[in-house]
């Protein structure tokens, strides 16, 4: 159910089309297509950010819709297979940016309830994805706070 903090409904989404294997214009080697991965993400892209370069800018000019279709592999996986991923899941890293810029601003602006109230659902969400993960990308014993999200985000 996509209706976490709001009262109404969610939208549906659209789905992406069911194809198993790449479309004929597409047919860029694969390990071109993981090494393009690895490259990218040394320079400093998320992994969304690397699928969406692939579709746009492709590998030798040669557009990559779908990289799992093309590999067999997801863009996370090709990254853990090189060792190049970050200590932090993407998805919580953005979550704790946006917790952490919600709060220098409800700081300074104290009345500000409506961004009080997107802070509480902000670090909800943080707290729900940082259980969801603790013991398998996390340590153990990791719990969120506010200085955490702040230094684990400035030694990025």
Do not use: C
């Not at 004929?24 to 969304?48: F, K, M």
């Not at 659902?121 to 603790?134: G, Q, S």
């Amino acid at each position: 159910m996509a209706r976490m903090h709001t009262r109404r409904r969610g939208s549906s989404g659209s789905d992406k089309p069911s194809a198993d294997e790449p479309p004929e214009w597409s047919d860029v080697d694969p390990e071109d297509i993981e090494s393009r991965v690895v490259e990218l993400a040394e320079q400093g892209y998320d992994p969304s950010q690397i699928g969406m370069k692939l579709r746009d800018e492709g590998v030798t000019g040669t557009p990559v819709p779908d990289v799992k279709l093309a590999t067999g592999k997801k863009v996370t996986e090709i990254l853990e297979e090189n060792d190049a991923t970050s200590d932090i899941p993407e998805d919580l890293r953005n979550l704790m940016e946006r917790a952490v810029r919600l709060r220098e601003h409800v700081r300074e602006n104290q009345q500000d309830y409506q961004n009080k109230r997107a802070l509480q659902n902000t670090e909800a969400k943080v707290r729900r994805l940082v259980d969801y993960y603790r013991g398998d990308e996390l340590e153990p014993d990791f719990t969120y706070s506010y200085d955490v999200a702040v230094e684990l985000l400035e030694n990025e």
